[in-house]
């Protein structure tokens, strides 16, 4: 999901993780679901996607029910 809302806002990955003061390596991670992130992490990629906290976790609710992404 992240992977998805960070292409369609243009951004490359080592780019995103700059926007968002994130590690890259750990953006990798985040990106592969390989960890389980913090609220701080959240509210960081919801600013760097220039969203509300609140439709970042609508859109992550939306990916749950669709995993897939169909």
Known sequence: MVRRLKSDKGYSQERFAEVCRIDRLYMGM?????????????????????????????????????????
């Open 30 to 70: 985040i990106e592969r679901g390989e960890v389980s992130v913090t609220l701080v992490v959240i509210a960081k990629l919801a600013g760097g996607l220039e969203l509300s906290l609140s439709a970042l976790v609508q859109e992550m609710e939306q990916d749950s029910d669709n995993p897939q992404g169909k």
